[in-house]
C-alpha cells in the first residue's frame, strides 16, 4: 500500500488564482484524489464539471429545539443563553443559536434537545482527471470545520481503495475553522499569493499557522509581474520566516480566458504557464514530499516530476516535537550515545501522528525524523516492518559510517509500538509479527 502524502493548496481571499493553481496541479498529477474544501466560492467545480458516483447526507450543526410539552417556562435557559436565541416564548431562533448546548446543561427538566439537522450533501465524483471529494451545503449554511474532516477522511479511504498516494486538497479562503481543518495533519502546505501589500499580510497570517501545525510550507508567487518591487519583498519574508519558495506565474490574459471556458492551463495551451506549473511541482515534491516521486501527465505517456530523489530531511526535520497525550512513547539510547524519542497518536489501529526528538548528532536527527514521517498515515503491522533499509533509502547520502543511526530510529520505533501494545494488554510476538488482542 502506498504511502499517502496530502498537500493544501490556500490563499488568504479571493481573487489570487489559487483555484486556476489547483486545476493545474489537477491536470498534472495523475496518482491522486482531489478533495474541494472550499465550499464558499465553489469554482472548481465548474472547471473541472465532477460526474458524481456517490452521494451522501451531511448531518451537522444541531441547534437547540425547546420541548414544549417538558417545558416549565421557568426562565433558566434565557438567562444563561448569551446569544439571545431563545424568545419570550421559549422558542429558539435557529439563525441566532450557535449550538453550543449550555441551555441543555441548564434545563433541570430535560426540555432542551439538539437534533442533528441535514445541512447539505457530500459528494465522490470522478472529473476528467481522477477522483474527486466533494460536498454541497444548503442555502444559508456556512462552511464548517465538521464538513472539511469528513470530506477529507472519505478522500484519504478512496486513496488506500485505489492505492493513490497523494491527496490534493483545495483549501477554503482565509484563516478559519475550515482552513485550520483542511490544514492540520496535513504533509505540507502550498500558499497561492498576490504582489500586494495584503498578500504579503495574509502571508504572515498562514506563516503563524504553519509554524503552529508545525506544517512546512511553500509560497506561489501568482501574478508576480504586476508589481516584481513585491514579489522581492515576500521572497525575502519567505526566507526569513522558513518558508520555501515553490516559484512565480507570470500574469497572462490568457489563463482568464481558459479559466472561463471551463479549462485547465494545459488544455488551454498556455505553453509558458504550463511549463512553469510543472517546475513548480517538481520544487513542492522535492521540498514537502520528501522523495516521493508522484507520476504526472505528459500526453499519452506517464512521466515523472523528477528525476533524482532530494533529501529533504537534511533541509531541517519538520516533524520534530511531541505528539499531545501520545499513545505509544519510546525514549532510546544507541551504541554511539545519542538518544531518540518517538511518540505516535494512535486511532483504530493506524498511526495518526507521529513525532520525535533527539539528543545526538544531526544524521540521527534526520533518521528519526524520516522514521517518524514514514510511520505517519500507515496501520501498526505496516510501522513494525519498516527497517533501517527503508529509513535510510530516502537519505542517499547518508554515510556508511552512520548506518547505526538508522538502526536506532527503526529500534526506537518498534519499541513505541511495543509500549503501546503493552498498555492496551497487547503484545509483539516473535519475528516482528504483531498480536492484536481486538
Known amino acids: 500500500m502506498a504511502l499517502i502524502k496530502e498537500i493544501c493548496v490556500l490563499s488568504g481571499k479571493e481573487g489570487t488564482g489559487k483555484t486556476c493553481v489547483v486545476g493545474a496541479l489537477t491536470a498534472l498529477i495523475q496518482d491522486k484524489v482531489l478533495v474541494d474544501c472550499d465550499r464558499d466560492t465553489p469554482v472548481l467545480h465548474r472547471l473541472l464539471k465532477p460526474e458524481v458516483k456517490d452521494c451522501r447526507e451531511f448531518l451537522s450543526g444541531p441547534k437547540g429545539v425547546i420541548l414544549l410539552e417538558l417545558c416549565t417556562e421557568c426562565g433558566r435557559c434565557r438567562e444563561v443563553c448569551r446569544f439571545g436565541a431563545i424568545s419570550e416564548d421559549f422558542r429558539i431562533d435557529p439563525s441566532v443559536c450557535e449550538g453550543c448546548g449550555l441551555c441543555e446543561q441548564s434545563c433541570s427538566f430535560g426540555a432542551i434537545d439538539f437534533p442533528s439537522v441535514q445541512r447539505g450533501e457530500w459528494f ?4 476528467r482527471f481522477g477522483a474527486m471529494v466533494h460536498a454541497r451545503l444548503d442555502a444559508g449554511q456556512e462552511n464548517s470545520g465538521m464538513l472539511v474532516t469528513l470530506i477529507r477522511e472519505k478522500a484519504q479511504e478512496l486513496a488506500r481503495e485505489r492505492d493513490l498516494s497523494l491527496i490534493l486538497i483545495n483549501g477554503p479562503l482565509g484563516f478559519g475553522v475550515p482552513v485550520i481543518s483542511s490544514l492540520a495533519g496535513a504533509d505540507g502546505v502550498l500558499v497561492v499569493t498576490e504582489p500586494t501589500q495584503t498578500g504579503l499580510h495574509d502571508l504572515n497570517r498562514f506563516s503563524e499557522l ?16 504586476l508589481d516584481s518591487g513585491m514579489a522581492d519583498r515576500i521572497e525575502d519574508f519567505c526566507r526569513e520566516n522558513g518558508l520555501g519558495i515553490a516559484g512565480r506565474l507570470p500574469h497572462d490574459p490568457g489563463i482568464s480566458e481558459a479559466m472561463a471556458q471551463g479549462k485547465t492551463i494545459q488544455e488551454w495551451g498556455l505553453r509558458g504557464p504550463e511549463k512553469e506549473i510543472r517546475a513548480i511541482w517538481r520544487r513542492v515534491q522535492e521540498n514537502l514530499l520528501n522523495t516521493e516521486l508522484i507520476p504526472v501527465m505528459s500526453g499519452s505517456k506517464r512521466k515523472y516530476a523528477s528525476a533524482e530523489p532530494a533529501p529533504r530531511f537534511w533541509l531541517g526535520p519538520f516533524n520534530e516535537g511531541d505528539v499531545e497525550q501520545a499513545d505509544g512513547l519510546a525514549v532510546v539510547t544507541g551504541p554511539c550515545g545519542d538518544t531518540m524519542e518517538i511518540s505516535l497518536k494512535i486511532e483504530m489501529n493506524r498511526v495518526t501522528d507521529s513525532r520525535f526528538r533527539i539528543r545526538g548528532c544531526e544524521v540521527s536527527r534526520a533518521c528519526a525524523s524520516n522514521a517518524a514521517a514514514l510511520a505517519k498515515g500507515r496501520e501498526l503491522e505496516e510501522v513494525w516492518d519498516i527497517d533501517e533499509n527503508d529509513i535510510a533509502r530516502d537519505l542517499p547520502k547518508l554515510p556508511d559510517d552512520h548506518r547505526h543511526c538508522a538502526l536506532l530510529a527503526r529500534d526506537t520505533l518498534r519499541q513505541a509500538i511495543e509500549n503501546y501494545l503493552k498498555s ?3 503484545g509483539a510476538g516473535s519475528g516482528g509479527d504483531i498480536i492484536l488482542n481486538l
Open 124 to 127: 465522490v465524483s470522478e472529473t
Open 210 to 225: 504553519s509554524r503552529h501545525f508545525k506544517i512546512p510550507g511553500m509560497v506561489l508567487i501568482n501574478k508576480y509581474d
Open 424 to 426: 492496551k494488554g497487547k
